[in-house]
């Protein structure tokens, strides 16, 4: 599975957009991006995926780069049940399962 | 709410025990997921049964096994306990295996198990 690195924690402001880092330098031609997140303890929660293009959903948006090396998960308008650990992940070719790295802690302050 | 169900929501044994968790996956999801998360090792995957066939394992130790039934409930059966087992215990779904990569997984809520 390629790697992903994403900052250990970022804040962000309610009502502004959080806009989540993630460097997967490795990635393959076929391998998608998704995104995740967990609330507290909760079971993590599907965001978006993508594999070359920009995606938006009801959630979010997803922004990778041209040369797929990196990717920006936006939360356009943040609330503070956006407060959660956030998981960049890049899935291998047939991969059966997910690998969750440490994610990015975002907190949306008031 | 993701769909995918699991009991019991909290498990409190002792070391040496045995305890079976259960989880329900989203009509239609034919694969189920089996993850561990604790403390210090983060979202450890841990097997992955299609259709009730095992499809991928993980991290998974000896004592732990796992099986899919005809009705696609799966469970999760942890032997000869100890306190490093304390951990929440989540199960995905998916529509299928890994053949449509594309494909998301839904986890349930998960199960916390205490080890004392």
């Known amino acids: 599975d390629a790697k992903t690195t994403q900052p250990t924690s970022m804040d962000c402001a309610e009502g502004r957009a959080a806009n989540l880092p993630c460097n997967h330098s490795t990635i393959s031609g076929n391998e998608y991006v998704y995104w995740y997140r967990q609330i507290h303890s909760q079971g993590p929660q599907y965001i978006i995926h993508g594999l070359k293009n920009n995606e938006t959903n009801e959630m979010a948006s997803l922004i990778i780069t041209e040369d797929r090396k990196s990717s920006t998960l936006i939360l356009p308008h943040a609330t503070l049940r956006d407060t959660a650990v956030y998981y960049c992940i890049v899935r291998a070719p047939y991969g059966q399962n997910f690998v969750f790295g440490p994610g990015t802690r975002l907190s949306v302050l008031p | 709410d993701s769909g995918v169900t699991q009991t019991p929501k909290h498990l409190i044994t002792a070391t040496g025990q045995r305890v079976t968790l259960r989880c329900s996956p989203r009509s239609g999801d034919l694969s189920v997921y089996w993850y561990q998360q604790s403390l210090d090792q983060g979202l450890q995957f841990l097997i992955h049964y299609y259709n009730g066939e095992e499809r991928a394992k993980g991290n998974i130790l000896e004592r732990f096994s796992a099986q899919q039934f005809p009705d696609l409930h799966s469970e999760l059966n942890l032997s000869s306990l100890e306190l490093g087992d304390s951990a929440l215990y989540f199960c995905?779904?998916?529509?299928?295996?890994?053949?449509?990569?594309?494909?998301?997984?839904?986890f349930g809520p998960g199960t916390r198990l205490t080890v004392l």
């Open positions: 995905a779904s998916s529509v299928a295996a890994g053949q449509l990569q594309k494909n998301e997984q839904f």
